[in-house]
């Protein structure tokens, strides 16, 4: 099949734009138009969707993390995929390049969306009032078997909309995150794990085809059979070489009810072979979803996710958390449809009878299926109504190798965190390395099993506190030389960067030559320091205008040069 790639030698509107630059004045923005960006911009019939007021600036110049505060530009609400992929051409084809960040809830939390003095896509504006002011996402049903159906989204849609969508159909997607109202090209740009990633994996091990705009301007249907490298570089490639403005995501059928599961225990080694034992099951003895997470007598009565427990309960678990250094609670879910009842009976007794949680402290709840996925909106909407959701969010989630989780327990749960009066849980979880597809940029750790373990704390008085320990445990994973890895990571240092990457490294350095040689896309992650930029840059600029030019191509000698200068630079 051939790749769907659309191009043009010349781009009409740049044959034209600088014959109208005198008309910029009927526009209205020649006044106030900033100096970062070209004042040509204003010709293109994308400029009436670009804002530069205070108020649009303002929205999009920090993120969920309230940590940083970065103003762009300008921002682009576009009416159509047409005004990104224009955009992108424009910026890459002009003298005055600008660096561009798409965004879709702004759910980053160090800054990563955000783009100084560039151009931020504010992709909500396709959600619902596109061309045709419909939503774009399409469900194809199999006649055959629900596993081979499949959803088409828009890279700017809401998982929590897909879900609707799907659920018409009685279908599903098959992994999710805890959080559903983040959009799909942002949680596929990362990688979108939550309990039911031990056995399907990721997000991004569940997608089937992509359209992506390269950091050329290039509109591109890629797959893992039609341009395979950009369709693995993308997934999990933190928006540094496309944005995603299509996703053909696979479907199962959906379930309506579930077994919602919580099991408390004193003793971690006990915690997590039963959590590891879990895993290792079929959907039939075991979780068709599986987390966890760390208690304290403080944090089980302020965090958003204790309301599955009776005030009774709480009680009960906080008393016993203050006779132990930590609690851990493993969460678990078992599916089913009406009429299955006593089948999910039997076969969750059975598997209670072999885990060596703390007894008389196993507790259930029976829901709908999409109350059990949106389960996190309550929690978000409590926290709305009291102002606290909208506060600095200094959230840590790193991935430990299953060899070194009991001492991360030891050193972290309980000596770093051991006095925790922080707002927002604590997750711990496996995952089988199996269910990722080394293929993508996502990086873990090169173990098996592997634990998620994520410290989404929240405050405004305790931020230099949280900050202050989130180092601290960073420190203790390098200096006891765990071997984790950070997910969503952010590095201050060319070198951490290149650690964190490994020998994926030289990969993604080529990856990004060849998809966004001018360094245009995603800014915020800031994976590439000044120096570097400018040896980069020094490098694609010796490449031939035909290969600069054309998608998926670049200059392999320049390639292998520049890994070389890497190489150099990082044993420096």
Same mark, same amino acid.
């Given at each position: 099949?051939?790749?769907?790639?659309?191009?043009?030698?010349?781009?009409?509107?740049?044959?034209?734009?600088?014959?109208?630059?005198?008309?910029?004045?009927?526009?209205?923005?020649?006044?106030?138009?900033?100096?970062?960006?070209?004042?040509?911009?204003?010709?293109?019939?994308?400029a009436?969707?670009?804002?530069?007021?205070?108020?649009?600036?303002?929205?999009?110049?920090?993120?969920?993390?309230?940590?940083?505060h970065?103003?762009?530009?300008?921002?682009?609400?576009?009416?159509?995929?047409?005004?990104?992929v224009?955009?992108?051409?424009?910026?890459?084809?002009?003298?005055?390049?600008?660096?561009?960040?798409?965004?879709?809830?702004g759910?980053?939390?160090?800054?990563?969306?955000?783009?100084?003095?560039?151009?931020?896509?504010?992709?909500?504006?396709l959600?619902?009032?596109?061309?045709?002011?419909?939503?774009?996402?399409?469900?194809y049903?199999?006649?055959?078997?629900?596993?081979?159906?499949?959803?088409?989204?828009?890279?700017?849609?809401?998982?929590?909309?897909?879900?609707?969508e799907?659920l018409?159909?009685?279908?599903?997607?098959?992994?999710?995150?805890?959080?559903?109202?983040?959009?799909?090209?942002?949680?596929?740009?990362n990688?979108?794990?939550s309990?039911?990633?031990?056995?399907?994996?990721?997000? &991004?091990?569940?997608?089937?085809?992509?359209?992506?705009?390269?950091?050329?301007?290039?509109?591109?249907?890629?797959?893992?059979?039609?341009?395979?490298?950009?369709?693995?570089?993308?997934?999990?490639?933190?928006?540094?070489?496309?944005?995603?403005?299509?996703?053909?995501?696979?479907?199962e059928?959906?379930?309506?009810?579930v077994?919602?599961?919580?099991?408390?225990?004193?003793d971690?080694?006990?915690?997590?072979?039963? +959590?590891?034992?879990?895993?290792?099951?079929?959907? !039939?003895?075991?979780f068709?979803?599986?987390?966890?997470?760390?208690?304290?007598?403080?944090?089980?009565?302020?965090n958003?996710?204790?309301?599955?427990?009776?005030?009774?309960? &709480?009680?009960?678990?906080?008393?016993l958390?203050?006779?132990?250094?930590?609690?851990?609670?493993?969460?678990?879910?078992?599916?089913?449809?009406?009429?299955?009842?006593?089948?999910?009976?039997?076969?969750?007794?059975?598997?209670?009878?072999?885990?060596?949680?703390?007894?008389?402290?196993?507790? +259930?709840?029976?829901?709908?299926?999409?109350?059990?996925?949106?389960?996190?909106?309550?929690?978000?909407?409590?926290?709305?109504?009291?102002?606290?959701?909208?506060?600095?969010?200094?959230?840590?989630t790193?991935?430990?190798?299953?060899?070194?989780?009991?001492?991360?327990?030891?050193?972290?749960?309980?000596h770093?965190?051991?006095?925790?009066?922080?707002?927002?849980?604590?997750?711990?979880?496996?995952?089988?390395?199996?269910?990722?597809?080394?293929?993508t940029?996502a990086?873990?750790?090169?173990?098996?099993?592997?634990?998620?373990?994520?410290?989404?704390?929240?405050?405004?008085?305790?931020?230099?506190?949280?900050?202050?320990?989130?180092?601290?445990?960073?420190?203790?994973?390098?200096?006891?030389?765990?071997?984790?890895? +950070?997910?969503?990571?952010?590095?201050?240092? +060319?070198?951490?960067?290149? !650690?964190?990457?490994?020998?994926?490294?030289?990969?993604?350095?080529?990856?990004?030559?060849?998809?966004?040689?001018?360094?245009?896309?995603?800014?915020?992650?800031?994976?590439?320091?000044?120096?570097?930029?400018?040896?980069?840059?020094a490098?694609?600029?010796?490449?031939?205008?035909?290969?600069?030019?054309?998608?998926?191509?670049?200059?392999?000698?320049?390639?292998?040069?520049?890994?070389?200068?890497?190489?150099?630079?990082?044993?420096?």
């Open positions: 099949m051939m790749s769907s790639v659309r191009t043009s030698s010349i781009p009409p509107f740049l044959i034209v734009v600088f014959l109208v630059s005198s008309l910029m004045s009927i526009i209205g923005h020649d006044k106030q138009w900033p100096t970062s960006l070209p004042q040509q911009l204003q010709a293109l019939d994308l009436t969707r670009i804002r530069l007021d205070q108020h649009a600036i303002g929205q999009v110049s920090t993120d969920f993390g309230r940590l940083k970065v103003l762009p530009a300008a921002v682009l609400q576009p009416s159509s995929v047409d005004d990104m224009t955009l992108v051409q424009f910026s890459y084809m002009s003298e005055q390049s600008f660096k561009i960040a798409p965004r879709g809830q759910h980053s939390v160090r800054g990563q969306a955000l783009v100084p003095g560039g151009v931020v896509i504010e992709t909500s504006s959600r619902h009032g596109g061309v045709d002011g419909k939503a774009r996402i399409t469900v049903p199999s006649k055959s078997a629900p596993m081979f159906a499949y959803v088409d989204v828009g890279g700017e849609q809401l998982w929590i909309d897909v879900l609707w799907t018409k159909h009685g279908l599903t997607p098959r992994s999710w995150t805890d959080y559903l109202y983040l959009t799909v090209g942002g949680t596929l740009s990688a979108g794990i309990g039911q990633a031990f056995l399907h994996g990721p997000q &991004i091990s569940n997608v089937h085809e992509l359209d992506i705009i390269t950091g050329k301007g290039n509109m591109i249907t890629c797959s893992a059979d039609n341009e395979p490298d950009l369709f693995f570089a993308v997934l999990g490639g933190l928006g540094q070489f496309g944005i995603i403005t299509r996703a053909r995501i696979a479907l059928h959906a379930p309506q009810m077994r919602w599961v919580r099991l408390i225990y004193t971690f080694t006990k915690f997590v072979a039963d +959590q590891e034992r879990s895993i290792s099951l079929d959907q !039939k003895r075991g068709n979803y599986l987390e966890g997470f760390v208690l304290t007598g403080y944090n089980l009565t302020s958003w996710r204790s309301s599955f427990f009776s005030g009774k309960v &709480i009680g009960r678990i906080s008393s958390a203050a006779r132990h250094s930590a609690v851990y609670c493993l969460e678990g879910a078992k599916y089913y449809d009406h009429g299955m009842e006593s089948k999910v009976d039997e076969e969750l007794g059975s598997l209670l009878e072999e885990l060596n949680f703390v007894p008389g402290f196993d507790f +259930q709840n029976d829901i709908t299926y999409m109350h059990f996925l949106n389960r996190v909106r309550d929690g978000e909407l409590k926290l709305r109504s009291m102002g606290l959701w909208d506060i600095p969010h200094p959230w840590l790193i991935f430990v190798p299953r060899s070194r989780i009991v001492d991360f327990d030891q050193g972290v749960f309980k770093i965190l051991k006095s925790n009066k922080s707002k927002g849980p604590i997750l711990i979880y496996p995952m089988n390395r199996t269910k990722w597809d080394e293929r940029s990086v873990i750790p090169d173990e098996e099993i592997f634990y998620s373990v994520g410290l989404l704390r929240s405050g405004v008085h305790e931020l230099e506190q949280l900050e202050a320990q989130n180092k601290e445990i960073l420190q203790f994973c390098k200096a006891s030389r765990i071997g984790c890895k +950070q997910y969503l990571p952010h590095y201050e240092t +060319q070198v951490d960067w290149m !650690k964190h990457f490994g020998p994926q490294w030289d990969l993604f350095v080529e990856r990004k030559m060849r998809y966004d040689p001018k360094l245009l896309l995603a800014p915020g992650q800031r994976i590439f320091g000044s120096e570097f930029s400018r040896q980069f840059l490098n694609v600029s010796k490449l031939t205008p035909s290969k600069a030019d054309k998608p998926g191509e670049s200059s392999s000698c320049n390639i292998r040069n520049f890994n070389e200068e890497s190489k150099r630079n990082r044993a420096n």
